[in-house]
C-alpha cells in the first residue's frame, strides 16, 4: 500500500520559531509537494520537488523554504512562523513526471501558530 | 482569472438524486485532469482521472471539453456515503504538479 507520512498531526508554534514540517513517501516517487490548505481558499501550492535537491515554487512560497536530501523525504521550513501561517499543510507524492499520475496525500498537519 | 474554477456549492441533494458539478481551466496547456474527494478532516484522494473522451466509473461520469476548457463530474443515484468535498484538479503540463480548485461540496440527505 502507498504511504505518504507527516511527521505531526497537530503542531502549536510561537510567532518567530522556525518550523520544520517533515514528509516521509514509501513508493521510490520522484515528485513530492506541499500545500496548504485554508477554508474558502482550497489547496494552495507552497513548493514542489522533481528529484533529490531539485525544488521549485508554487504559486505561494514567501515565508516557506523546502529541503530533500533523500529521495524519500520532503520538508518543509517555516523560516520565522506567523500567524498568517495557521494552516492544514498537506504533503503529497507522485511517481513520475508523465501525464496522468495519481498524487497521494498524507494524513495532514495542522498548524498553529500563536 | 483564477486557474482553476468551480461551483462553490453547497450542493444538498436527496439519497437518490443526479448532481453534477462543473469545473474551468484557464491554462489551455493544461494536460491532465482529475477529480478527487476529500471527506471531512482527511486528506484528498483520487476518484477519478478524466479523458477527453469521457469516462465513466459506476455511479460517476467524468466529461472534458478541451475547446471550451470545461470539465463536468456526474453522480448518479446519490448515497449519503458520496457526502464529502469534490475538488477539479488539472496538471498544467509536464513536470508541473496539480493545480486544485476550491472544491465543492456535496451533502446527500436521506
Known amino acids: 500500500d502507498v504511504k505518504v507520512t507527516q511527521s505531526s498531526r497537530y503542531l502549536v508554534k510561537r510567532t518567530g520559531e522556525k518550523v520544520f514540517l517533515e514528509c516521509v513517501q514509501d513508493?521510490?516517487?520522484?515528485?513530492m509537494f506541499w500545500y496548504r490548505q485554508d477554508p474558502g481558499l482550497g489547496l494552495r501550492l507552497i513548493y514542489f520537488?522533481?528529484?533529490?535537491?531539485?525544488?521549485e515554487k508554487g504559486d505561494i512560497p514567501e515565508g516557506y523554504s523546502v529541503s530533500r536530501e533523500k529521495k524519500e523525504r520532503f520538508s518543509l521550513i517555516l523560516e520565522s512562523a506567523s500567524t498568517n501561517q495557521t494552516s492544514m499543510y498537506l504533503c503529497?507524492?507522485?511517481?513520475?513526471?508523465?501525464?496522468?499520475?495519481?498524487?497521494?496525500f498524507g494524513q495532514g498537519t495542522r498548524l498553529t501558530v500563536v | 482569472r483564477k486557474e482553476v474554477e468551480q461551483d462553490p456549492g453547497p450542493f444538498n441533494v436527496p439519497e437518490g438524486a443526479t448532481v453534477a458539478f462543473n469545473c474551468t481551466y484557464s491554462n489551455s496547456a493544461s494536460q491532465s485532469f482529475f477529480w478527487y474527494r476529500q471527506d471531512c478532516r482527511k486528506e484528498p484522494k483520487l476518484l477519478m482521472s478524466?479523458?477527453?473522451s469521457g469516462n465513466e466509473d459506476g455511479r460517476f461520469t467524468a466529461q472534458l471539453n478541451r475547446a471550451s476548457q470545461y470539465i463536468s463530474l456526474l453522480i448518479r443515484d446519490s448515497k449519503l456515503s458520496d457526502s464529502a468535498t469534490y475538488l477539479c484538479?488539472?496538471?498544467?503540463?509536464?513536470?508541473?504538479?496539480?493545480?486544485f480548485g476550491k472544491g465543492t461540496t456535496l451533502s446527500v440527505s436521506s
Open positions: 503529497a507524492s507522485r511517481r513520475d513526471r508523465a501525464y496522468g499520475t495519481e498524487a497521494f
Open positions: 520537488s522533481y528529484d533529490v535537491k531539485m525544488k
Open positions: 478524466v479523458y477527453s
Open positions: 513508493m521510490d516517487h520522484e515528485n
Open positions: 484538479v488539472v496538471n498544467r503540463q509536464a513536470g508541473t504538479a496539480l493545480i
